[in-house]
């Protein structure tokens, strides 16, 4: 057939047919994003609310919360591998008494490993604070700050394994692909500080789930984690790190906004033919963040400018707790500038760090001599600059280790009871919620899930989790799941 050369060809793509045609597939698709607008938090307040860019409004922007928080920010303190609670802040007269004995009751039936008998623990405990708390002298200097610390000796209901259990406790499923704690904190609070990402993880573990851990999943891609430090297996040391492909070695600010100006213009042309696209509005938003950070972030990182006494609170002054030290200082400084969530990982040097299969008393020695002093100072610090109420300080692993013995030095997972902590944000400090039966393998009073804690952290911060959902493949998601309840013991 031969084409008739003075007719003007429109060459339309798929999308630019459906959304210019039969009324405009565009326009219902712009109703089904706008009903599946953010639910986790009330509009943006106007007196907090960022400049918004020529192409769409910041999705980082402050916004209010259900109701007035307790806390501003989330510092949470991962323990890679899984410390022993038993060792660490949950003594059991009773299991140094039994030492060697068969375990006197049914224990749970999926192991990851083999089970021996009772092995007591190699430290000893003493009281500290007002109230007593126990602590094992493993960690002096953080015993020195029991007052502030709000333990929780009852978790429970998570995964054997390491990749399960990791999964679990960053993501709240152990299987599947979900948005984690700090993305939904993101998507619900937005950040105080628009030259900085709001959610910002410090040398993350590669392993056991990976960037799934601090990813968003299905949530818009603005709200995942951003590594100060390429994770790596195994990690490099903080001193190394740097937030990856944020400077430009070919172009000038000038140069670069210039090319920020054009690109939101080309981006908007693109966007209002093809209609909504929220990967293509993250991406313009992740462009222009990685501007601004270019001025705000070697600031937030150098900490040169510290006070030699500072330094030393964090232990800077030592090789043994200089990394850890390291990325505690820079979770304070990133939460003083307005970072919504920050993560300090400790797994630097080794897989699976408190991972005490064997050789128990040697790995957790060196564990905690490693970070003691360092969390010690960060608490010390963030109190006395009056931040610590509203920062909530989570410390943590994947799970416990058991009571029994696995080999003759060493430990299996156990996610039947176990301890994590917080600290300032509104919890009650020199407090113990929960309990574990008298050898540390059930919980068994005032029993917390990982639902429980993730909903009570979100509460901590002003947020309902039962509210804080997103619409995903035709039906309302949340961190929670359908599961989770607010832990009020532990709220001040």
Not at 128 to 146: D, I, K, M, R, T
Not at 188 to 201: D, W
Request: with cysteine; charged share 20%; hydrophobic share 35%.
């Amino acid at each position: 057939m031969i084409r008739d050369t003075r007719i003007p060809q429109l060459r339309l793509s798929r999308r630019q047919l459906l959304n210019t045609w039969c009324a405009g597939f565009g326009g219902l698709a712009l109703n089904a994003l706008l009903a599946d607008q953010a639910r986790g938090a009330a509009p943006i307040a106007p007196e907090l609310a960022a400049k918004p860019s020529p192409t769409v409004a910041s999705p980082l922007a402050p916004r209010t919360p259900h109701f007035t928080p307790k806390a501003k920010r989330v510092i949470f303190l991962f323990m890679h591998g899984g410390p022993s609670h038993v060792d660490t802040f949950d003594p059991k007269p009773q299991l140094q008494k039994d030492h060697g004995k068969p375990l006197p009751f049914e224990g749970t039936r999926v192991k990851f490993a083999k089970r021996g008998n009772l092995m007591k623990s190699p430290w000893n405990f003493k009281r500290y604070g007002q109230n007593g708390l126990p602590v094992s002298e493993l960690f002096p200097a953080v015993a020195g700050c029991v007052d502030d610390i709000c333990m929780i000796h009852s978790l429970c209901e998570t995964n054997v394994a390491h990749g399960g259990a990791t999964m679990m406790m960053h993501t709240g499923s152990e299987s599947l692909v979900r948005p984690s704690l700090g993305a939904w904190l993101s998507y619900g609070l937005g950040t105080e500080n628009q030259n900085l990402p709001a959610y910002i993880t410090i040398c993350p573990t590669s392993l056991h789930g990976g960037v799934n851990n601090w990813g968003a999943a299905f949530l818009p891609s603005i709200y995942q984690g951003v590594p100060y430090g390429q994770p790596g297996y195994p990690n490099s040391p903080v001193k190394n790190a740097r937030f990856e492909y944020m400077t430009n070695a070919r172009f000038g600010n000038q140069e670069q906004l210039l090319q920020l100006e054009l690109l939101r213009s080309l981006n908007g042309e693109h966007l209002e033919t093809v209609g909504p696209n929220s990967d293509l509005e993250a991406r313009i938003q992740s462009f222009e963040l990685a501007f601004r950070m270019q001025t705000a972030a070697p600031e937030a990182t150098d900490m040169s400018r510290e006070s030699v006494a500072t330094r030393k609170l964090y232990g800077l002054d030592d090789p043994t707790t200089e990394d850890f030290g390291q990325q505690c200082l820079l979770a304070r400084r990133f939460a003083e500038r307005g970072v919504r969530f920050i993560q300090c990982t400790h797994s630097r040097s080794r897989p699976e760090q408190w991972d005490q299969h064997r050789g128990l008393k040697e790995g957790h020695e060196r564990n905690a001599a490693e970070i003691d002093r360092p969390i010690a100072g960060l608490l010390k610090d963030l109190k006395s600059r009056g931040m610590l109420d509203e920062t909530l300080v989570l410390w943590g692993g994947e799970f416990g280790r058991t009571p029994t013995s696995e080999g003759k030095d060493g430990r299996d997972h156990h996610p039947n009871g176990f301890t994590m902590w917080m600290a300032g944000g509104g919890v009650k400090g020199g407090y113990r919620h929960g309990e574990t039966d008298e050898y540390g393998y059930y919980a068994i009073r005032d029993k917390v899930t990982v639902h429980d804690l993730h909903a009570t952290v979100l509460y901590l911060l002003g947020l309902y989790h039962e509210e804080l959902t997103f619409k995903h493949d035709g039906r309302e998601f949340r961190l929670t799941d359908v599961y989770g309840n607010v832990a009020h013991g532990v709220i001040a």
